[in-house]
């Protein structure tokens, strides 16, 4: 699905990860309407084919939080875009994030629709501010740190083979030969996603792997 609401300005390689965060999640519909920790979704974004995240970064307990708090504010953002699209409620916690229909979700609590939809989130607020992140020094992230946090283990960094890049120019319908730029890369990957996307009739292997080639080419090209 496209990504109508605005990624705030900051650090650059953050605001790339938070857009191919919106990019994996939602295509993950399915996964969150039968519910999914925290710690099982993060296992699968620092895995392959994604690896959006550093797993040797994660032993670091302000990388830890980082890496929090950008999953939570990309799943915040996606709530939203649900919420507008009527696609579901996003309901989010550290113990379970589950998609729920919008009528079951304000039933739940007693409430209309309406009502959920214009309720006060302080926890939304919170990491939809981006300062939250950056004013957070390690002393405060050492008492915001929990015990699933301490499981993530450490892994070896990805180099890419000749064929594999050669595959991902394929994917996004590049031609190695043309200089690629920042824009250029971005064009053609959301023009791809945009075709193979579980919303518009494809599959979530082919978004994947459109996705996972993205990333890749991000890399190769240090862009």
Not at 65 to 73: A, E, R, V
Not at 85 to 99: F, M, P, Q, S
Not at 106 to 111: D, K, T, V, Y
Not at 132 to 148: K, M, P, W
């Amino acid at each position: 699905m496209g990504n109508a609401q605005e990624i705030p300005s900051f650090n650059v390689t953050n605001a790339q990860k938070v857009e191919l965060l919106l990019d994996i999640l939602s295509t993950k519909k399915a996964e969150f309407e039968e519910g999914m920790t925290e710690y099982a979704l993060i296992s699968q974004l620092k895995s392959p084919p994604y690896q959006l995240f550093n797993d040797n970064a994660l032993r670091d307990p302000l990388a830890l939080f980082n890496t929090h708090f950008i999953l939570f504010h990309a799943l915040y953002l996606l709530r939203n875009l649900w919420r507008d699209a009527l696609v579901g409620e996003l309901d989010i916690h550290t113990t379970r994030i589950v998609l729920l229909p919008l009528k079951s979700s304000a039933q739940s609590n007693g409430e209309s629709n309406t009502t959920t939809l214009g309720k006060s989130d302080s926890l939304a607020d919170y990491y939809l501010n981006w300062q939250n992140l950056t004013s957070t020094g390690e002393a405060d992230v050492e008492a915001l740190l929990n015990s699933f946090w301490q499981r993530m283990t450490g892994a070896d960094p990805v180099f890419d083979s000749k064929e594999s890049i050669e595959q991902c120019h394929t994917l996004l319908n590049l031609d190695e030969s043309v200089s690629i730029t920042l824009a250029i890369l971005k064009r053609h990957y959301r023009k791809q996603l945009a075709t193979v996307h579980p919303d518009k009739g494809g599959s979530h292997e082919a978004a994947q792997n459109v996705i996972s080639a993205y990333q890749t080419l991000l890399r190769y090209y240090g862009l």
